[in-house]
Nanobody, 122 residues
Framework: QVQLVESGGGLVQPGGSLRLSCAVS????????MGWYRQAPGKQRELVAS???????GYADSVKGRFTISRDNAKNTGFLQMNSLKSEDTAVYYC????????????????WGQGTQVTVSS
């Protein structure tokens, strides 16, 4: 009932930029926090960036200064601006939303998108 759809991934050269989007749809009361995770082949999924409903953001050390997370609360959409991309940024990026679904308003749950591939290569 709650769906997250990532978009914006693709192939970029090292040093390039991409902007990922995460559109959240469904019967939700609110999105209290959003995050971006990534998983590279052979590696564990890791948290890249997160943002709370008041705009407080946090980043993994590996992306600090290069990535910026943001959200448009009115549109239930999150973003991840990725600059100065490196080959090690290559991964499937997943959007996460901590949200309250209208049908279970007593719960705050995590919802996940299907992922979007980001490949950084020359």
């Amino acid at each position: 009932q709650v769906q997250l759809v990532e978009s914006g991934g693709g192939l970029v050269q090292p040093g390039g930029s991409l902007r990922l989007s995460c559109a959240v749809s469904g019967s939700i009361f609110s999105i209290n926090a959003m995050g971006w995770y990534r998983q590279a082949p052979g590696k564990q999924r890791e948290l890249v960036a997160s943002i709370t409903n008041d705009g407080s953001a946090g980043y993994a050390d590996s992306v600090k200064g290069r990535f910026t997370i943001s959200r448009d609360n009115a549109k239930n959409t999150g973003f991840l601006q990725m600059n100065s991309l490196k080959s090690e940024d290559t991964a499937v990026y997943y959007c996460n939303a901590r949200a309250i679904w209208a049908m279970t308003p007593w719960e705050e749950s995590d919802y996940w998108g299907q992922g979007t591939q980001v490949t950084v290569s020359s």
